[in-house]
């Protein structure tokens, strides 16, 4: 077999992972072992798939969106999807990066969901005291 490839790939490839690509011409694909299921095991795996009501292929089969929602598809195209008025925030979040020490993080986060915007609370309070009550 007869294979091509790009010199700058090659080197590139070469370089960064240590494999030639002109190695694939020495390859014997008629010796190659392919690992993975048969065709058998992926037929059972993918009814087994199907047949659990967790799944999404349990809905049917997927459909292009232009035919379950052509008017919000119609939108998109055109740009007029905007976030409705009632679901704008006033004070929208910014999201950060932040260190903070190990056993902080885990005392938040003993209490459950929600810990992010109990920390962000605790922040404000801290931070902006009754100042920010006003804001609101």
Not at 48 to 75: F, Q, S
Not at 85 to 114: C, F, S, Y
Request: glycine share 6%.
């Amino acid at each position: 077999m007869q294979y091509e490839w790009d010199e700058a790939d090659r080197q590139a490839n070469l370089k960064k992972h240590g494999i030639d690509f002109a190695q694939v011409e020495a390859f014997d694909w008629s010796t190659a072992r392919i690992v993975g299921p048969t065709s058998e095991e992926a037929a059972a795996i993918d009814a087994a798939i199907a047949d659990d009501p967790d799944t999404w292929l349990a809905a049917g089969p997927l459909r292009p969106a232009i035919e379950v929602a052509p008017h919000i598809v119609k939108a998109y195209r055109e740009g007029r999807l905007t976030i409705a008025p009632h679901l704008r925030k006033e004070h929208p979040k910014t999201r950060v990066t932040i260190r903070l020490d190990a056993d902080v993080v885990a005392r938040l986060r003993a209490d459950g969901p929600g810990w992010q915007t109990r920390a962000n609370a605790a922040l404000r309070e801290a931070v902006l005291g009754n100042e920010w009550r006003n804001r609101e």
